[in-house]
């Protein structure tokens, strides 16, 4: 018995949603009937040539309706349904063979179909069958106040106390059918997400296209960078370390001849070598900072924003702070868990980039970067209050940062109107 109770309670619970949903299919059904006459007379019209330059434009028309239960039917399934099309421009003729080669507009084509010829139906009787429950559970029961004391209803009169319960009890088929709508509605709007979504082998095919390019780019950023630290190494600290070695050569043959001038070099040598002790750091910290992995990402991104030349905020999920030198030898944020190397190391470089960007070229009084997300997901968001209009280029900073979301399966978001402000959000997975 609970159970049944139990089931009946969450059936009710979501039957709103379900009536909301089959009852604006309902009307959507309506306007699938329209555009699917529209389109055949398009098609006609294609028969003596007249409607081939408007068939691409006719479904232009069409896809908003589209857009609509493909997105009604994400909302109501709690998933995200992407829009599977191939670009359609050029002229007529390059349009006309998109829309021959695209199986959307033929999946788009089948909805239409099938939402026409179904979805009016299914919507009014869902709508229609917990009215007519409650109307046959209710309405016997008043027959003695009619003037002709009955009450005619499913194909018996009813005029007495005994036959209006038998009325009621027969309201309870009603009753059932009608608290399918759930199930109806989770029918509707899987089939729309089946044939409105893209299907599995263009997803893959989309997923590996998308994997291989991430890939290629990260490779070259990675042959980019060892280029970079063999230049940094060969120019800076290799010449460093041979003009040492050379200068300790000098001075061990002037060590008996000139003790002085000996002396000098060896002095000299020795600031040689903190110069290139100097310069194997930075190239180290280029790398990988060492800050990330002694203290943690908060503490190394607190740092890094002491040192940025314009006033910079850091919120790290438990409200903004505006860091000093004192946080540069701090212990990494209570609360806020570490993450894989990686992902630590991009989302450094992220914010470094970005804060080289405003100083650069944003004109900004202010800068704030926040950290957040979930286990699975890092979050970094760079706003300053510059002159915006920054533009994702290839060569850029802004190419560079979204190269490097991309290389772990991470994205990037843009928004720099004129005037400002610049918002730089960065998503890495941590599911590494």
Known sequence: MSFVVGWVRGRLRAMPSALLYLGIGAVSSVVSVLALVGLLLVAAACLVGVGLP????????VRPLIRFDRR????????????PYQPMDGDWRRQWATLVRDPANRRDLGWLVLHA??????????VALPFAAVAQAVRPWFWQALPERSVEGLGFVVDSWGLAAVGSIAALPFLWLGLQAPVV???????A????????GIVLADRVAALTATRAAAL???GAELRRIERDLHDGAQARIAAVIMQLGVADQLRQRDPNAADELVRKAQDTATAALAELRDVVRSVYPPVLSDRGLASAISALAARSPIPCTVDLGSGAHRPGPADQGTESTPGFPRRPAAVEAAAYFVIAEALTNATKHSRAEHVSVSLGGSADMLTVEIADDGVGDARDIEGGGLAGIRRRAEALDGRMLLSSPAGGPTV???ELPCGL
């Open 54 to 61: 408007l068939m691409p434009e006719a479904v232009r028309v």
């Open 185 to 191: 509605a989770r029918w509707q709007a899987r089939i």
């Open 117 to 126: 010829v179904t979805g009016i139906f299914v919507g009014t009787i869902a």
């Open 193 to 200: 997400a089946a044939l409105l979504g893209p299907a599995k």
């Open 220 to 222: 070259d950023a990675h």
């Open 424 to 426: 730089v959000r960065v």
């Open 72 to 83: 009604r039917a994400a909302d109501f399934l709690g998933v995200e349904v992407a829009e």
